[in-house]
């Protein structure tokens, strides 16, 4: 009986062992996933979009956004231009260059 503990026992060692370099090597191998690419449109959106985008940074810390202005007759552009001088994985695009 004895045998077949020290058997059993030497066993769950090797198994123990085998995860461990398992869990060490997949570690070492890992590489991270691209950043995400987020892009979408807005106009006249002055009042939420600083909030939207600050949202998106604190889920997504480095995503790279885009802001399309759809023509914005409001602040909308100059609250992503003034985000992006502190974050500069936000860009502002303009719909009407984006169509010449």
């Known amino acids: 009986m004895e045998a077949f503990i020290t058997a059993l026992f030497s066993v769950c060692i090797v198994i123990g062992l085998i995860t461990i370099v398992k869990d060490i090597v997949s570690t070492v191998l890992h590489r ?13 959106r002055a009042d939420n979009i600083e909030a939207t985008l600050r949202m998106l940074l604190y889920r997504n810390p480095y995503a790279e956004i885009t ?34």
Request: glycine share 2%.
């Open 32 to 44: 991270p996933a691209a950043p995400a690419q987020i892009r979408f449109s807005v106009k006249n």
């Open 67 to 100: 802001v399309v202005d759809c023509g914005s007759t409001d602040d909308t552009a100059a609250i992503i231009e003034k985000l992006a001088l502190d974050f500069p994985h936000i860009h502002l695009e303009y719909a009407e260059k984006l169509h010449n």
